[in-house]
């Protein structure tokens, strides 16, 4: 058992600042969709018995590869629902990889279990995002911030005392507050209370799961630049989950982009901010809003919804939002009338008009003039499938349908043929601002 008089941040980390700490390797998280007594039956009423078994899987987090050297903190940014939580928690092992490998210092903690994993989470500790419900309101400051080190064997009573003021003292609380209970301060003070427990047993990885996203703007200012005093004064190491930019620009050293479970981009803070490769990355950089009452230009926004990760798209998975989802090499189309048939594709998919005449669709999709070739009579049929009067009067059934067919002829002959659609992107580009390496999951860097 460790000794009451040791100072704050006791332990000597085996690595050096700047080497890796962690690395991950084709981490895959994936859920089982359903439950209870017939989870796993489907109906299949083309096919004899009209029974198959399986268990749909929500693809949580997949095929997810990176490092964080020791010292630095690796932003992790992204939409709502992308898999950044669940990338954390699978990370610390509060939940269980479906494959890949997570080595931290030396040590695959995907394969480790039982006494074995629990004597390594004191190396590793989780800032959560509700700084309400994530402490027990039974519990005073001081218990809570002294559980983990109870639960490592860590100092006796009068020590663990000790080391809990200290840390309140470090985190820029009244060592005084220590037998008060939760309710009794502020969201930004609870905060702090949660930093001072994670860091209560020494740990050199610390995953941040946006742990500021609760808490007024000047009040993340300050937990902030606590994190960073205290980063540099114990030699932490963060993975920082944000969904604000700016919150990610201003405590980061690198910058992942994560989307529907895949790591897009991936670059250090400047380069990834100022020099953007991937269009999902531009659309939120253009999405943030400029403080400055002149401005009145559109922001960017990105059309239609985040695909199911029960079943997301083949290839490259934001192609089905892509402003530059690239042309099938065997259509012989300008960049225009590329643009054109792209917008019109995704229209019929959405269904974001009401039926009109032929005409009025060839002028609102392609300025009167549909593509030539091969790809213009494909436009030309799915044209003939949609086509209405302005007052449609037939059967809903076959409107309906006539949608459906010209939806699946127009992704079939173009999304589908798509490269982006077909492979998977993976390319290492040569940074402008600074020196590693920048990652991009597009096609466009072929």
Known sequence: MSTPDEPIGFGESDIAHGETLLEVDGLTKYFSSDSGLFAGINLET?????????????????????????????????????????????????????????????????????????????????????????????????????????????????????????????????????????HAFSGGQRQRINLARALSVDPDFVVCDEPVSALDVSIQAQVMNTMEELQEEFGLTYLFIAHDLSVIRHISDRVAVMYLGHIVELAEKEELFENPQHPYTRALLESIPVPDPRETGVRGVLEGEVPSPQNPPSGCRFRTRCPRLIKPEEYDLTDEQWKHTRAFMRAVKRRTFEPMTAPEIRREFFGGDTPRGEAGEIVEEAIDLIEGDGEYQGDEDDEREGWKRATDLLLESFAERSICAQEQPAYELESELGTGTHFAACHLHR
Do not use: W
């Open 46 to 182: 083309d096919q004899f018995p009209p029974v198959s078994f399986g268990v749909d899987q929500v693809e949580a987090v997949d095929d997810v590869s990176f490092e964080i050297k020791m010292g630095e903190t690796l932003g992790l940014v992204g939409e709502s629902g992308c898999g950044k939580s669940t990338l954390g928690r699978t990370l610390l092992r509060l939940l269980d990889p479906t494959d890949g490998t997570i080595s931290f210092k030396g040590d695959d903690l995907a394969e480790m279990s039982g006494e074995e994993l629990r004597q390594k989470r004191s190396e590793i500790q989780m800032i959560f995002q509700d700084p309400q419900s994530s402490l027990d309101p039974r519990m005073k400051v001081g218990q809570i911030i002294e559980e983990p080190m109870r639960a490592h064997d860590m100092f006796d009573d009068e020590g663990r005392e000790a080391r809990a003021k200290e840390l309140l003292e470090k985190v820029g609380l009244d060592p005084r507050h220590y037998n008060r209970h939760p």
